[in-house]
């Protein structure tokens, strides 16, 4: 029998293609991204006028920017009722955009108390004038599998009531990870009346530890050494990456009027199978 090199190539090709073609057709149904839509319904928790819910929509539609992929067109759509509507796309993964976007954002550094001694003693008896205990909330490098969220911890810390500086805004926040750990480092650049300010209680307590407190909780706690030069400071306290690239951004374009909370979900699968 004589060999048709012409045919087993083409036999070789044939199988080839098939093999492709299969291969193909089982990425497509098993191996891509699971996408789903979303529509979230955002409601003020008080009235706003308004400046402040024409405000509201454009600091949220500036904090849509970094978490989300323009291509989905991730949008905020005022709606007749007063309502705010978040329509985006998304392609796996499981953080929510809304959770990401609607944090108040209120911030203020206040002086931070160390010891578990005076903790200890506030918890049994009461914090000490003009002191109080409020939580410290940290995210962790995991989700939880039942719910899909990321998992947080919340300690008690003793930290000053008064603010020792409350800024309205930041030139800029930034953020990025050191070491094997992948802690995540954080920068604020404050403006020069804060900068001056923040100046002034360093020198009056050097060394003091000072917590940037968001929205009540304590999120990172850092220690100034040496004079604040050019209006920027940094901390360290986050380990989640996520979790501090969505407080940076909420950060970095100031906090909303009015608060927000999450009234209607509506969401379906895209390539549901």
């Not at 609607?102 to 001694?117: A, S």
């Not at 899909?148 to 810390?157: G, M, S, V, Y």
């Not at 030139?171 to 480092?185: E, L, P």
């Not at 604020?188 to 002034?200: G, T």
Request: with cysteine; hydrophobic share 40%.
């Amino acid at each position: 029998m004589r060999f048709d090199l012409n045919r087993a190539v083409a036999v070789g090709l044939a199988f080839f293609l098939v093999s492709l073609a299969v291969l193909g057709l089982w990425i497509y149904l098993y191996g891509r991204p699971e996408l789903s839509q979303h529509q979230v319904s955002l409601a003020f928790v008080t009235d706003p006028t308004p400046a402040e819910r024409e405000r509201t929509v454009a600091i949220l539609g500036e904090r849509l920017r970094e978490p989300a992929d323009p291509k989905w067109r991730a949008q905020i759509v005022p709606q007749m009722d007063g309502t705010l509507l978040l329509k985006y796309f998304k392609s796996g993964g499981a953080v929510d955009l809304a959770e990401a976007i609607i944090p108040r954002g209120v911030c203020e550094f206040r002086l931070l108390d160390v010891d578990k001694g005076r903790l200890e003693q506030a918890q049994q008896h009461g914090p000490p004038e003009g002191y109080e205990i409020i939580s410290y909330l940290e995210a962790y490098y995991d989700y939880d599998r039942g719910t899909n969220e990321i998992i947080r911890e919340e300690r008690p810390t003793l930290v000053q009531k008064e603010p020792a500086l409350r800024p309205k805004s930041f030139k800029n926040v930034s953020f990025w990870t050191k070491g094997i750990a992948k802690y995540t480092h954080v920068k604020f650049e404050l403006e020069p009346d804060d900068s001056a300010r923040l100046a002034e209680i360093c020198e009056k307590h050097p060394g003091r530890p000072i917590a940037v407190i968001v929205d009540g909780f304590v999120r990172f706690g850092m220690q100034i050494r040496g004079p604040v030069k050019d209006g920027v400071v940094e901390a360290q306290g986050l380990l989640h990456i996520s979790e501090t690239r969505d407080l940076v951004n909420v950060l970095r374009t100031g906090p909303l009027p009015h608060a927000l909370k999450i009234k209607k979900k509506l969401s379906r699968l895209l390539n549901d199978r």
